[in-house]
Nanobody, 122 residues
Framework: VQLVESGGGSVQSGGSLKLSCVAS????????MYWVRQAPGKEREGVAG????????VYADSVKGRFTISQDNAKKTVYLQMNSLKPDDTAMYYC?????????????????WGQGTQVTVS
């Protein structure tokens, strides 16, 4: 099972980045896919999730209105469009999966994880 993230980088405050997560080795077609971040010295927090079947989405309050999660089922890829980035958004961003969901969850609630992609906002 692999979740492979890409698209991280360094950007100035107010800028944008788009992260991608490609899933393989497992049928995630009926799962919830999430973006989870970990800032330096802090615990991991879920910031956005999408239900692969319906496209329903959930967001943490800290990113609502700025981040958008989306998917391309044919490419087995989940995206996170991040706009109006702030220094507080600096973190390692992970793609994660769980079989059910209706909100963003903290670290212990996910079954599969990617290796992460670093986002730095200055």
């Amino acid at each position: 099972v692999q979740l492979v993230e890409s698209g991280g980088g360094s950007v100035q405050s107010g800028g944008s980045l788009k992260l991608s997560c490609v899933a393989s080795g497992f049928d995630f077609s009926a799962w919830w896919m999430y973006w989870v971040r970990q800032a330096p010295g802090k615990e991991r927090e879920g910031v956005a999730g999408i239900y692969r079947v319906t496209g329903d989405t959930v967001y943490a309050d800290s990113v609502k209105g700025r981040f958008t999660i989306s998917q391309d089922n044919a490419k087995k890829t989940v995206y996170l469009q991040m706009n109006s980035l702030k220094p507080d958004d600096t973190a390692m961003y992970y793609c994660a999966a769980r079989s059910a969901g209706n909100r963003c969850y903290p670290e212990g609630y996910y079954y599969f994880w990617g290796q992460g992609t670093q986002v730095t906002v200055s």
